[in-house]
């Protein structure tokens, strides 16, 4: 088909830098593109199973943790660790650094937990001094990368001192796993959010809880209908799912797993560092800078220099260049832009992005 005839034209041909959708590799595209297989037989309770382990074993969990496979965007996942894991009446704290902090405190607050909002800006949390607050709180809850503002906090310090609370460290590491180090095990970690489409690079509509024993038995009645881990647990101990599961998806993620198994999960790492390396040496010449000091591989934040507008930048990538990265809304919407470096991105890809910026900050080569 040409672009002439391809309604879809101005959206799938463009190069795209965003936080989620990543850029697919070429064996996820393939699947893609086969018949939906018919999913309540052996064949694929067995995928489903391998899928659970496989992802088990890239995040480390410790032994006898499970993995809920829900059929929806990250954010439900994000909603059901609330209303699955946390009691109505025990105080939960919230790190909120940006967007998808904002997020569990508006989740929370919806369901009616008694919160306790640790308000941050661009702190890795090394120290404790923030978490010194929550000292009655049963569970923290928190984003591994606040994707907003390309920030990483420090898990391994939050992880200590839910270890030292007694409470449940929550974890949503949907845009931090699998370009970035995470350990469930050594970071103390009882649930972890993950989804499709950002470093797994897969289309969206996957999103995945694993749950390691503590959490496990913390699972209580949610009082939702299809957002409650009881009979996905169930269900899951036979490989299928309550529902229908998004079953294309499935198969894709199951290819995934068993690439970055063999090939090893270091594997990913290196790639993304190389990538994001990359593209940071390459902007220090430009009117640029990292919004962030404590950056994961999976992203790169930048803030303009004074006189541009991040905004108006964005939009010139993508008229004029044909590469889609992602805007900032709110407070920081003229001063900050996201790229990304997860899924197959390479360093080809990123030196496209630096001759558009060049071109685009009005920079010579
Ligand atoms: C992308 C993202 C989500 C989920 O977003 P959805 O649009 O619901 O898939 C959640 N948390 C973080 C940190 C993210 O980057």
């Known amino acids: 088909m040409t672009s002439q005839h391809n309604p879809y034209a101005q959206l799938t041909e463009q190069n795209i830098y965003t936080p989620g959708p990543v850029k697919m590799t070429d064996s996820t595209l393939a699947l893609g593109s086969v018949q939906t297989p018919y999913f309540r037989n052996a064949a694929f309770s067995q995928i489903l199973l391998e899928c659970e382990r496989g992802l088990l074993r890239l995040a480390r969990a410790p032994e006898g943790s499970r993995v809920v ?32 902090g904002q997020r569990f405190v508006d989740i929370c607050r919806v369901h009616q937990r008694p919160t306790l909002e640790l308000k941050v800006d661009r702190d890795p949390l090394t120290d404790g001094q923030v978490l010194s607050k929550a000292s009655h709180a049963s569970a923290l809850l928190i984003n591994a990368h606040e994707t ?71 699972v209580r009645p949610s009082g939702s209908y299809y957002l409650d881990f009881g009979a996905h647990l169930r269900d899951g101990e ?41 593209f940071r040496r390459g902007i220090a010449t430009l009117p640029l800078k990292p919004y962030s000091t404590h950056m994961p591989s999976a992203m790169t934040a930048l803030e303009v220099s004074a006189g541009l507008n991040a905004a108006q930048v964005v939009e010139t990538l993508e008229s004029q260049h044909h590469c889609v990265v992602a805007p900032n809304g709110g407070a920081l919407r003229d001063r900050v832009f996201r790229v990304s470096h997860m899924g197959a991105t390479n360093i080809a890809d990123m030196e496209r992005l630096l001759t558009a910026l060049k071109h685009t900050l009005g920079e010579k080569q």
């Not at 030292?164 to 931090?176: N, T």
């Open 69 to 100: 496979f829900l059929t929806a965007a990250g954010t439900a996942a994000m909603e059901a660790v609330v209303t699955n894991l946390l009691p109505p009446g025990e105080a939960v704290a919230v790190v909120n650094g940006g967007t998808f």
């Open 148 to 218: 907003s503002v390309g920030h990483q906090y420090d898990l391994q310090a939050t992880g200590t001192w839910c270890r030292r609370q007694g409470a449940l460290h929550i974890v949503d590491a949907i845009s931090l796993f699998i370009t970035d180090p995470l350990d469930m095990t050594s970071d103390a970690i009882d649930a972890l959010v993950v989804s499709s489409h950002k470093g797994l690079a897969l289309p969206p509509g996957l999103a995945m809880v694993l749950l390691s024993p503590r959490a496990l038995a913390k």
């Open 238 to 278: 036979r490989g299928q799912t309550p529902f229908t599961p998004a079953v294309s998806i499935v198969l894709q993620l199951h290819q995934r797993l068993d690439q970055l198994l063999s090939a090893g999960i270091e594997t990913e790492w290196r790639r993304a560092s190389t990538v994001a390396s990359h």
